[in-house]
């Protein structure tokens, strides 16, 4: 009966050492997506905004009907800083990142 104590107390120091880990990870990603937004938060959404606007009030010249407006506007210039700090994974839009960020650390 004690071993079997012993056994279960180191099992659970275990665990709670795993467990202290991943949430220290989980923390520090969470601090490096945190840089990311604020990284973009300053000029990239207001790149995007200033875009959005000149799309909408401008009579825009007509989009080939195959390409959508993909085939006529560059990428985002903010593209490579889009990608998970964790698997590299390239992200379309900032909507997208935090989410998948989140299943990757999973």
């Known amino acids: 009966p004690h071993s079997q104590a012993d056994i279960y107390k180191a099992d659970f120091e275990a665990e709670r050492a ?8 989980r ?10 937004r604020l ?5 990239g959404a207001r790149a995007r905004l ?3 606007r ?9 989009p080939a009907p195959a390409g959508g407006f993909g085939g ?20 379309p839009d900032m909507d997208t990142l935090p989410i998948h ?3 990757c650390i999973q």
């Open 50 to 52: 200033e875009e959005m």
């Open 101 to 103: 960020v989140m299943d």
């Open 54 to 62: 000149n799309r909408h009030s401008e009579p825009a010249p007509a």
């Open 72 to 91: 006529l506007l560059p990428p985002p210039e903010e593209g490579p800083d889009l990608c998970c700090p964790k698997c590299q994974y390239k992200a």
């Open 18 to 25: 795993a467990r202290e880990q991943l949430h220290g990870q």
């Open 39 to 43: 990284r973009l938060g300053g000029d």
């Open 27 to 36: 923390e520090a990603l969470q601090e490096e997506l945190n840089q990311l």
